[in-house]
T-cell receptor
């Protein structure tokens, strides 16, 4: 069990560029979650998957954001036309339904 | 919607002092309650949880009791150590467990020797 991994760990991009983040959950976990954390705040829910189905999206997830989990394993989160307000830590978590959520180390995005 | 309010930090304590971090919640139904900890440079880790009223979660000397009457889940430790320095987050999920978590803003604890 290698834990939840996220790639990249840091991303610096210019405003208007597209970025994509990857999350690899713990292998037997069927649920995968994305959260966003800004400085001095707690994580805020963005979206989650059960297997390959996206079950819920927060209203924080504007139409510039899209997430996929094509084979029910890893997931990607894409942000199009990035804005400075998108600068944050993007956290991924996974669980086996009904059990503890395990968090990855996060991807820190800086939009300049 | 559901929400969590926890005491503002930072909190600075001397080693072996008693710790309380207050957490109150607003939720429909009967949520599950959690404390997560984030050590410097590391990801969030579950510290303890409670799934129904009057349950006490405990781990590593930390305790919290689910109080439905006061909608609270205060974190306590009798004697803190320097290694407890971290950011602590109170969180809830709905009563069916492990649906998306709603977090408080976090409380930074610094313990000095």
């Amino acid at each position: 069990d290698t834990g939840v991994s996220q790639d990249p760990r840091h991303k610096i991009t210019k405003r208007g560029q597209n970025v994509t983040f990857r999350c690899d959950p713990i292998s037997e976990h069927n649920r995968l979650y994305w959260y966003r954390q800004t400085l001095g705040q707690g994580p805020e829910f963005l979206t989650y998957f059960q297997n390959e189905a996206q079950l819920e999206k927060s209203r924080l997830l504007s139409d510039r954001f899209s997430a996929e989990r094509p084979k029910g394993s890893f997931s990607t989160l894409e942000i199009q036309r990035t804005e400075q307000g998108d600068s944050a830590m993007y956290l991924c978590a996974s669980d086996l339904e009904g059990y503890e959520q395990y968090f990855g180390p996060g991807t820190r995005l800086t939009v300049t | 919607g559901d929400s969590v309010t926890q005491m503002e930090g930072p909190v600075t304590l001397s080693e072996e002092a008693f710790l309380t971090i207050n957490c109150t919640y607003t939720a429909t139904g009967y949520p599950s309650l959690f404390w997560y900890v984030q050590y410097p440079g590391e990801g969030l880790q579950l510290l303890l949880k409670a799934t129904k009223a009057d349950d006490k979660g405990s781990n590593k000397g930390f305790e919290a009791t689910y109080r439905k009457e006061t909608t609270s889940f205060h974190l306590e430790k009798g004697s803190v150590q320097v290694s407890d320095s971290a950011v602590y987050f109170c969180a809830l999920s709905d009563g069916y467990g492990n649906t998306p978590l709603v977090f408080g803003k976090g409380t930074r604890l610094s313990v000095i020797a």
